[in-house]
T-cell receptor
Framework: AQRVTQPEKLLSVFKGAPVELKCNYS??????LFWYVQYSRQRLQLLLR??SRESIKGFTADLNKGETSFHLKKPFAQEEDSAMYYC??????????????FGQGTRLTINP | DGGITQSPKYLFRKEGQNVTLSCEQN?????MYWYRQDPGQGLRLIYY???????QKGDIAEGYSVSREKKESFPLTVTSAQKNPTAFYLC????????????FGPGTRLTVT
């Protein structure tokens, strides 16, 4: 069965410190992985996807198939990074409707 | 702001009553989804619909029903059979068949007492 695990419910770091939000997945097929973010009083939105191998707002995430991980990293945290972060696994497309499995979420707090 | 709208923002119902949550989108997206968000459990898929007049059960469909009579609308009914209906409900849609990017609505918080 498909599963996404985010081991940390809460993560607190100081401004300027490195950040790493952990995500592990379980999936027998070829995974498509994503990070979604929800800032305070805003909607849940896509942050980045592993296929595009991009850096968004200074965040990067590398898919490690050997370790079945997709950790989200940023070298220098900023206060505006405080938010709820969800890792998600794409595991099926039925006539154009993709299904995502979400992790439990990690609430990141950046302290000044 | 447009895109996906959900109404109302807060909803209160007595136990034993059915309640329908609204989800409307003006993005011309084909696929729409309903999730339930509970603390510590992330988002769980209730139902999804890839085209008008067709929909599929997600992982936790029991006690819920949906309809998709129009492309822009995907209402969710929480029935009295749902044992723990109090939750935050999110609606989402996807832009195209090639995209996994889901656009989310602002959510409806349902409280059943």
């Amino acid at each position: 069965a498909q599963r996404v695990t985010q081991p940390e419910k809460l993560l607190s770091v100081f401004k300027g410190a490195p950040v790493e939000l952990k995500c592990n997945y379980s999936y027998s097929g070829s995974p498509e992985l994503f990070w979604y973010v929800q800032y305070s009083r805003q909607r849940l939105q896509l942050l980045l996807r592993h296929i595009s191998r991009e850096s968004i707002k200074g965040f990067t995430a590398d898919l490690n198939k050997g370790e079945t991980s997709f950790h989200l990293k940023k070298p220098f945290a900023q206060e505006e990074d405080s938010a709820m972060y969800y890792c998600a696994l794409g595991h099926g497309r039925v006539q154009g409707a993709q299904k995502l499995v979400f992790g439990q979420g990690t609430r990141l707090t950046i302290n000044p | 702001d447009g895109g996906i709208t959900q109404s109302p923002k807060y909803l209160f119902r007595k136990e034993g009553q059915n309640v329908t949550l609204s989800c409307e989108q003006n993005l011309n997206h084909d696929a729409m989804y309903w999730y339930r968000q509970d603390p510590g459990q992330g988002l769980r898929l209730i139902y999804y619909s890839q085209i008008v007049n067709d929909f599929q059960k997600g992982d936790i469909a029991e006690g819920y029903s949906v309809s998709r009579e129009k492309k822009e609308s995907f209402p969710l009914t929480v029935t009295s059979a749902q044992k723990n209906p109090t939750a935050f409900y999110l609606c989402a849609s996807t832009r195209s068949r090639e995209s996994y990017e889901q656009y989310f609505g602002p959510g409806t918080r349902l409280t059943v007492t």
